[in-house]
DNA sequence: CGAACTATTAACTATCCAGTGAGTTAACTC
DNA sequence: GAGTTAACTCACTGGATAGTTAATAGTTCG
């Protein structure tokens, strides 16, 4: 083959002044991609729109992340690791074990309302089975904190003969979670057959405050063999 | 014995044996997008795909379905047809109030766990906020059994003094719902961030025991102000 | 400075994929 | 058994879309 002359034109300059900074741009197209994705899920974005909302161009993308999936998985751990900056502020430890445990199931809950982006990434990733997450290294470490937390309150509480002795910090974790994460996620099928909003603030205000009651009145229910 | 039947038909026929049949061509492509819409989403799943795993051609899916957002709305529209029937066998009026409260949370988790197509489903739809559910006639009237179950149940548990008076049917079903929904949604990123498997036996086994203290405990509690 | 490297631009391509045009045959009607 | 309609087949298209090729310009560092 022999490379002859090629045709190809020498591109005009357009843009006289351009200044480098690869951080700001991979920060740009990381921000872009957090919504398109959170907004279409990975097969529906289209990376073409995704560099249309940068202020650089499609060929970066692919110069920092390899390919959309590359880019997915970024936006992913991006979203995981905000997420474990915020909650790392938290401290409960000061209350007693009651509080403490009403303090992280509110805490929990207005953090899901405050970041629907990222339950709706979760959701996503649920639906390609968690391969792109199971693939982010050392992803499991982000969410220790949240179970030591929980951990210790419930230590405190058995101590002090508040709360049953059968019950693991998960398990408190899944409860409280699952009405946080369901109360985000499902809301529009939820307001389509019920015809009531999960998220209008006077159901919101409700709901917060029956979540803590849920927690405490099943840590503090004698034993498991109730009936 | 194979006898010679390849020479009954004349040349130029190339579908030899072609039996006209709407309804069951119609189940058949309903039958392979929901999976393959289960499977892969709405902008995910493909139509060659499905029409290739059908046994008849994709302009029969145009034929029968407009686009790929009706066959998609017809899917869904299937799905939670499908669901109604199956609850509608369920009985639990014979029980005591705390008895049945426990089966209708066990039913709904065992009901869960049976289909997660339909859970990955309703997953999806909502990641499409819901617009698809929404357009399908008379869907809300689907849920209203679940919902008039709750309220009798409760209606007998506040008049035998069991449970508390402040508590709706449809706290209840968020309860359940939320804590069922989100063991089989969320089953992967939860697997992956704690290393536990909300799916295996001995925890399936373990959450579904849970979850009927978890209801229980919180409608046997005084009230609200509890601290 | 100037060579080497990194960031960036613009144009290009191959494939995928939802949707169609146009005709054919089975079954039903009278 | 001719006419009509519903069910079905086959081949095709054009626009969308992920990913590439290659040239260019700012930056670094000897």
Not at 20 to 36: C, F, K, M, S
Not at 189 to 201: E, H, I, S, V, Y
Request: with cysteine; hydrophobic share 40%.
């Amino acid at each position: 083959m022999a490379p002859a002359e090629t045709a190809r034109k020498a591109p005009t300059r357009t843009t006289p002044k351009r200044t480098r900074n690869p951080e700001r741009t991979r920060e740009d197209i990381l921000r872009v991609a957090t919504t398109e994705f959170a907004d279409k899920g990975l097969s529906g974005a289209r990376i073409d729109e995704i560099a249309a909302k940068t202020a650089t161009t499609k060929r970066m993308l692919y110069y920092y992340f390899g390919d959309k999936e590359g880019l997915y998985r970024a936006v992913l751990a991006n979203a995981y690791q905000e997420i474990r900056h915020e909650e790392a502020q938290v401290d409960v430890d000061h209350l007693d074990p009651e509080a403490a445990i009403r303090a992280v199931a509110e805490i929990t809950f207005d953090h899901h309302e405050a970041h629907p982006d990222f339950i709706r990434l979760v959701a996503i990733e649920n639906t390609h089975r968690g391969e792109n997450l199971a693939a982010i290294e050392g992803i499991a470490e982000t969410q220790r904190p949240a179970v030591e937390t929980l951990d210790r309150i419930l230590a405190r509480g058995r101590e002090l003969g508040l709360f049953r002795d059968d019950v693991t910090p998960l398990d408190v974790h899944i409860l409280i979670s699952s009405f946080c994460v369901f109360r985000i996620a499902n809301r529009y099928t939820f307001g389509t057959l019920f015809d009531w909003d999960l998220t209008a603030p006077e159901n919101r205000t409700h709901l917060r405050t029956m979540l803590g009651d849920v927690v405490l009145s099943y840590l503090r229910s004698n034993t498991g063999h109730d009936d």
